[in-house]
């Protein structure tokens, strides 16, 4: 069965948690991913406080495979900034592979964040990000 955006918005903080687990990191992505935020899962809040952020804060990054580095699409402008490296590496979650969107070296506004992220299907990640090693919140990224 496919996943989708909704389905994610729908599930537990546990039961991301183990989809996240159970994914195996996949290729670097190329191009611009549409992206959902994912905060306070589990509850009936969750669906719009995605519309909101993907609205008035972020809506997704835009990879560049060749380069390893990538870029947030943020604010109600879709404005292209907070760059990253992308690298290969353990997770903070579990130490399994994922791809890991460093931050530290590369932003000043967001040098404590990192995100991880791992393919659920061709096209289609689950992000986790991460303030100084502490989970924040989740997201998704759609090619």
Known sequence: MPYTVEKLLAMTDAELAALFSAAEAGPVPNGEGHGTAIVAPG????????????FFAWQGKIFDADKMALLNKITVFGLDAILAHIARGPSWVDGKECIVLDYSKTSVVAHWVRDEIRLLEPGFYLGRVFWNKEP????????
């Open 136 to 143: 924040l919140i989740y997201f998704t990224l759609k090619f």
């Open 43 to 54: 509850t009936p809040f969750t669906p719009e406080i995605a519309k909101f952020i993907s």
